[in-house]
């Protein structure tokens, strides 16, 4: 009998044996990058060993028309018995059965590839649970004991293919399999502050093991299927078929070396890069680079990863670097960014090359739960430099289910380039520095932390997860002489009891146009921002523009377009924006008004401001609104670091020459950070509500030793868990997804090009179109809050580009030329002019 895996909408079938064998030779590839290829090869033999069974097969037969009803006894209602036939536990029954016999390491193995097997298509289980109504029990051992006539383990072993048998036994003998895992735990012991595997540290980054071996296995069990159902697809996919560094390293030389010389600016910007250069020789490790803003971090870091990454690909190496990744905080940085190094690193003219070296990937277009449809859209990161969000980045490391977990291996043997780092939700600081630690020790991985404003990672509480920088991190050789030769701008503290009025900021804007010839307004706010907006319009000889998140990034590249052009010729212009302007955007005003927000904000806002030092200096102005105009209630973070600036602010009106005469250098950066870190002590480890969990925790304990949820085990049963890793990964990554109010894409009609691609995107059932128009998508989607969805979707303003997708577009009417994206439907001169 041969046992089938997959079948084709055309009725072509894929056997068992080759769905396994495939899965294998891929995880064991994914593996080897840590090198645990041997691991990674089992999970994939046995982790479909529960479809052997009668009832799977009979299941999957009738599901695809194989079994007619009214001609095979063994047929079944597919419908009815659709998530409720367990071809999962066998595969994980058997692994832990066969190591938790082998000494003390034996049962960390097999709990650890067990959990990964059972777990391939739900996300990682619970360990111990801490479910309100079930907090310490031992949902592992319950899931490894259920009954077999529930996972078939005996009938599925007695039918699996020889071949495979073979192999997996094979497998399982060898004493490398748990041997492996000793040398791990001594490094993770002694890296951890209690120089113990026991300790909430270590334990976070055995948690991070076993995810990246789940890692691994589903994006080798992802691919394998979907090479199978659409091979026609498959051609998109480079699988590591990349551009060698040299022939990118002679690209991005060949553009700095024609760069001329056109702001007074460049010398240092040369300088800066030449550090960079010279930096890239170093060994892997934690690296920063402590750059004021408009110093040229984009291609002075691309210069490092480039030729980092050359050095540390020698064929005679055994861990070659495989990608770059950038993480960015905001969508509208990755936009600039990538256009710039995708201009660089792919030919012009060079069909074959475009869009094959630099990948963007930052909108939530597709829903958690996967079908074939969105295993072949997924991305999984399959190309040399990628530029994505600190969002999925923390999704990846993090978050619920199997999409952003599956790319989780792509982030070892990479170098990952942090822009603007100081951006990092201060709530991840400990899971942050935990991985990051993981990622640089164990995986291969240079990181280097890139910002105008470092935020003191290295200096937090070691005991819950601090950075260990590498010895001489910072890749500039003297920082405070870098930023005084860098100073434009004098920072002018304009807050006054009460506050500005939204009419004294909009005047004061007008003004500084007219003085300086140009002026940014950076608010706390979308509902400030368009507040602010209309009234600089009211009055004004010069052009207003607008920027918020709320426009797809094809919408802000046009609007930044119109306003740089503006900018080059020197004519007046005022633009208005949220803060997605102020980390990394490359403008030159003669003016900025901030409205009052952390120290690290300020200065990036003042990055904006007489960036190519055109003029003597610039004015930036720190302005309080008025209370009833801005509720920061919901903004903690601009909240506190508000207050906490305010005292910054004082400090340096007292004594200036303690912060060498630089409110916005990295002697009052350091002190703010001290400050405002201190008071966010207690969010850094990831608190999670009793409304969320059912018991107040936090996510660094959840992933770690779990102490709430082993004391409750105890009390239970009289005595500690037995188990080894005692994790509760599902309940921290459902806790993680729910907290941080998770977006989800919407595509936008933006202007002719936009109109098109939803008509297109309505009409391509081609699997290799849909992939393209996807890709093309990210550039018209605007990611919403639940509650934004919610209301859109009551008032019919989104729809489905087809049944199934998930993938949302928006009604025209809900799309504003100067908003972009409404819950309330605009006119029909608006949506004619959009």
């Known amino acids: 009998m041969d046992f089938i895996a997959h079948v084709r909408d055309n009725g072509e079938r894929q056997r068992l ?62 419908n009815s018995l659709r998530g409720r036939i367990d071809h999962s536990t066998a595969g994980a029954q058997l692994v832990w059965c066969e190591l938790e016999k082998r000494g003390r390491l034996g049962p960390i193995v097999g709990q650890m590839l067990a959990l990964c097997i059972a777990s391939h298509h739900s996300g990682l289980i619970d360990c111990l649970s801490s479910d309100h109504r079930s907090l310490g029990e031992d949902a592992f051992t319950r899931r490894m004991n259920k009954a077999d006539e529930r996972s078939h383990l005996v009938e599925a072993w007695s039918k699996a293919d020889v071949a495979i048998r073979e192999r997996a036994e094979s497998l399982l003998a060898k004493p490398e399999v748990v041997a492996e895992l000793q040398a791990w735990l001594g490094r993770i012991a002694l890296a951890a502050p209690g120089n113990t595997d026991k300790d909430f540290v270590a334990q976070q980054q055995i948690g991070l093991l076993v995810r990246f071996l789940f890692s691994c296995l589903i994006d080798a069990d992802r691919l394998d299927t979907a090479i199978f159902e659409k091979p026609r697809a498959n051609r998109h996919r480079r699988q590591g078929d990349y551009a060698e560094w040299p022939i990118l390293i002679n690209r991005l030389e060949t553009h700095l070396a024609a760069l001329e010389p056109r702001e007074p600016i460049d010398q240092l910007r040369r300088d800066i890069s030449q550090h960079c250069l010279v930096g890239a020789a170093r060994e892997r490790g934690i690296f920063t680079l402590s750059v004021p803003t408009g110093g040229g971090k984009t291609l002075a870091s691309l210069r490092f990863a480039l030729h980092h990454a050359a050095r540390h690909t020698d064929p005679e190496q055994a861990k070659k670097i495989d990608r770059i990744i950038y993480v960015i905080p905001f969508t509208s940085i990755i936009d600039q960014n990538a256009e710039v190094v995708r201009g660089i690193l792919e030919p012009k003219g060079d069909s074959a090359e475009h869009g094959r070296i630099v990948l963007e ?215 208005v924006s949220t803060q997605l302007i102020e980390a990394g955007v490359d403008v030159d005003f003669g003016a900025v008004i901030r409205y009052a927000a952390g120290l690290d904000s300020i200065a990036q806002a003042a990055g904006r401001c007489n960036r190519n030092m055109r003029n003597a200096t610039g004015r930036v102005h720190v302005v309080n609104p008025r209370q009833e105009d801005e509720n920061l209630d919901r903004l903690i973070d601009i909240r506190i670091g508000r207050d906490k600036t305010a005292r910054i602010l004082n400090d340096y009106e007292e004594d200036p020459v303690r912060f060498n005469r630089n409110l916005i250098g990295p002697e009052a950066m350091a002190w703010y950070y001290e400050n405002y870190f201190f008071a966010r002590k207690g969010d850094m480890s990831y608190p999670v509500s009793a409304a969320t969990l059912g018991h107040n925790d936090t996510l660094l304990n959840l992933l770690s030793s779990n102490p709430l949820a082993s004391a409750e085990y105890g009390r239970r049963n009289g005595q500690m868990p037995k188990l080894y890793l005692r994790q509760s990964f599902k309940a921290a990554a459902l806790a993680f997804k729910a907290i941080d109010a998770p977006t989800q894409g919407v595509i936008v009609p933006y202007g002719e090009s936009g109109r098109e691609l939803v008509n297109d995107l309505c009409a391509a059932f081609d699997v290799e179109k849909q992939y393209a128009l996807l890709r093309r998508a990210q550039q018209y989607t605007v990611n919403v809050f639940p509650h934004q969805l919610a209301k859109l979707q009551e008032a019919g303003a989104v729809h489905p580009v087809q049944e199934g997708t998930g993938i949302l577009h928006l009604d025209p009417r809900y799309y504003s030329f100067e908003f972009g994206l409404v819950t309330e439907p605009i006119g029909p001169m608006e949506t004619l002019l959009s």
Not at 35 to 53: F, P, Q, V
């Open 17 to 78: 044996r080759d769905h396994l064998r495939g899965v294998g030779e891929k995880a064991s590839t994914n593996a080897a990058k840590i090198g645990w290829g041997k691991h990674g090869e089992l999970m994939g033999l046995l982790h479909d060993l529960g479809k052997y069974s009668d009832a799977f097969q009979a299941y999957l037969k009738s599901a695809t028309g194989i079994l007619n009803q009214d001609e095979d006894e063994e047929f079944v209602d597919a």
């Open 361 to 575: 990937h930052h909108s939530n277009l597709t829903p958690e739960v996967q079908g074939w449809r969105d295993k072949i859209l997924t991305e999984n990161w399959d190309a040399p430099v990628i530029y994505t969000t600190m969002v999925q980045f923390l999704e990846t490391l993090f978050g619920a289910g199997t999409r952003g977990a599956r790319r989780m291996h792509q982030l070892a043997n990479a170098v990952l380039i942090f822009d603007e780092i100081q951006s990092l939700p201060v709530n991840c600081v400990h899971l942050f520095n935990n991985a990051i630690n993981f990622l640089a020790d164990h995986c291969g991985s240079t990181v280097v932390l890139c910002t105008a404003t470092q935020p003191l990672l290295d200096k937090v509480d070691s005991s819950q997860g601090a950075i260990r920088l590498t010895p001489n991190s910072e890749l500039m050789p003297d920082v405070s002489s870098l930023f005084a030769d860098l100073k434009r701008v004098d920072v002018i503290n304009q807050q006054k009891p009460g506050g500005w009025t939204q009419e004294e900021v909009a005047r004061l804007a007008r003004k500084e146009t007219q003085d300086a010839g140009s002026c940014l307004v950076i608010v706390n706010t979308k509902k400030a921002a368009q507040a602010v907006y209309l009234l600089c319009q009211e009055g004004s000889s010069v052009p207003v523009f607008h920027l918020s998140t709320s426009l797809c990034p094809a919408h802000r590249k046009a609007i930044l377009r119109e306003v740089r052009e503006s900018l080059e010729r020197r004519e007046p212009v005022l633009c």
